[in-house]
């Protein structure tokens, strides 16, 4: 079973501003929709809220305190991180990734086992952000410097970490 989290962070450790993405960086939506199908995602309500539908080609659970927040029907709500572990475990062909908000994903600091991370060399205003992980329990499996271009405009690079065995 693997538990990861997935996300893009400028500067800062800035996630985003005003329940959006700060930044437009069309080659880090490609990387997230390549690396999230056919798996699980993991998001809070007001996260699923700004991305405005269920993800395509994926399991979707949205985590909330709300007994029925509006979703599509394709969702599967759960109130509990247990209840999340639990779907995970019985699912462990496919990744569950976490995409966020910043209380999901400090809700599975202790779970998390793989991070995908984009890190955008620039500097934007905002109102989220990551929560502090111990990086010296993970490695870095790969990185792939990003190419900006007349759609990219700032400098990006993607990695992907695995935390270390004990």
Same mark, same amino acid.
């Given at each position: 079973m693997t538990i990861a989290?997935?996300?893009a962070e400028a500067k800062d450790h800035v996630i985003g501003a005003a329940g959006q993405l700060p930044w437009h960086l069309p080659a880090d939506m490609q990387h997230f929709k390549t690396v999230t199908q056919q798996q699980i995602v993991v998001m809070g309500r007001r996260t699923y809220a700004s991305i405005g539908? =269920? %993800?395509?080609?994926r399991?979707?659970?949205?985590?909330?305190?709300?007994?029925k927040?509006?979703?599509a029907p394709s969702v599967l709500v759960m109130h509990q991180r247990q209840e999340v572990l639990t779907y995970a475990h019985a699912h462990p062909q496919q990744e569950t990734i976490v995409i966020g908000g910043?209380?999901?994903?400090?809700?599975?600091?202790t779970d998390v086992t793989k991070l995908y991370?984009?890190?955008?060399?620039?500097?934007?205003?905002?109102?989220?952000?990551?929560? =502090? %992980?111990?990086w010296t329990t993970f490695t870095r499996q790969w990185q792939q410097v990003g190419q900006v271009d007349e759609k990219n405009h700032y400098p990006y690079v993607f990695e992907c970490y695995q935390r270390k065995s004990i």
């Open positions: 989290f997935m996300w539908k =269920a %993800l395509p080609n399991t979707n659970i949205v985590l909330s305190h709300q007994a927040p509006t979703v910043a209380q999901i994903f400090s809700l599975f600091k991370v984009t890190r955008i060399h620039a500097k934007f205003s905002g109102d989220t952000y990551m929560p =502090a %992980l111990d």
